[in-house]
């Protein structure tokens, strides 16, 4: 048997994903608000929250749309431990440790949606994760860009 990469998840399991993913972002957004006095990350950080905003309601109307329970935006997962070390951090630290976490929160959640867009079976969410993909891949150029202005 050939093997043919990552198993694509199930509706409800891709959009639970998603949801995670934008606890996430809100979380360690605020964090940095809170945190940081550099502009570039408090710009970003503030990017952050409007972008996942309009993607919580995206995920929301497309999971509603096909008769799935629209999941809450929540943090869970590895994504806690990382915003729990991003929590203890302060001024500089604090910042690269912000465009580290936002460059790997931002690779996983391309190809997660890359292969939900090419592969996933439910139509709304595929069309969700399809408009989705520009938006992340602006995300990781910016969060790369904004992680090396801070080394």
């Given at each position: 048997m050939l093997n043919e990469g990552p198993k694509t998840p199930k509706p409800q399991e891709f959009a639970e994903s998603v949801a995670q993913s934008d606890g996430y972002e809100f979380a360690a957004a605020q964090t940095a608000l809170a945190q940081s006095r550099n502009p570039q990350v408090r710009a970003f950080a503030e990017r952050m929250i409007a972008d996942h905003e309009q993607t919580e309601r995206a995920l929301r109307d497309a999971a509603t749309a096909s008769g799935l329970k629209p999941p809450l935006a929540h943090v869970g997962g590895d994504q806690a431990s990382?915003?729990?070390?991003?929590?203890?951090?302060?001024?500089?630290?604090?910042?690269?440790?912000?465009?580290?976490?936002q460059m790997l929160a931002h690779t996983s959640a391309l190809t997660q949606m890359r292969s939900y867009a090419q592969k996933g079976a439910d139509s709304n969410l595929r069309r969700m994760a399809t408009l989705g993909v520009p938006i992340v891949e602006h995300h990781l150029e910016t969060a790369r860009q904004l992680l090396q202005s801070l080394m």
């Amino acid at each position: 048997m050939l093997n043919e990469g990552p198993k694509t998840p199930k509706p409800q399991e891709f959009a639970e994903s998603v949801a995670q993913s934008d606890g996430y972002e809100f979380a360690a957004a605020q964090t940095a608000l809170a945190q940081s006095r550099n502009p570039q990350v408090r710009a970003f950080a503030e990017r952050m929250i409007a972008d996942h905003e309009q993607t919580e309601r995206a995920l929301r109307d497309a999971a509603t749309a096909s008769g799935l329970k629209p999941p809450l935006a929540h943090v869970g997962g590895d994504q806690a431990s990382y915003l729990a070390s991003l929590q203890s951090l302060r001024g500089d630290e604090f910042d690269r440790e912000y465009g580290r976490q936002q460059m790997l929160a931002h690779t996983s959640a391309l190809t997660q949606m890359r292969s939900y867009a090419q592969k996933g079976a439910d139509s709304n969410l595929r069309r969700m994760a399809t408009l989705g993909v520009p938006i992340v891949e602006h995300h990781l150029e910016t969060a790369r860009q904004l992680l090396q202005s801070l080394m």
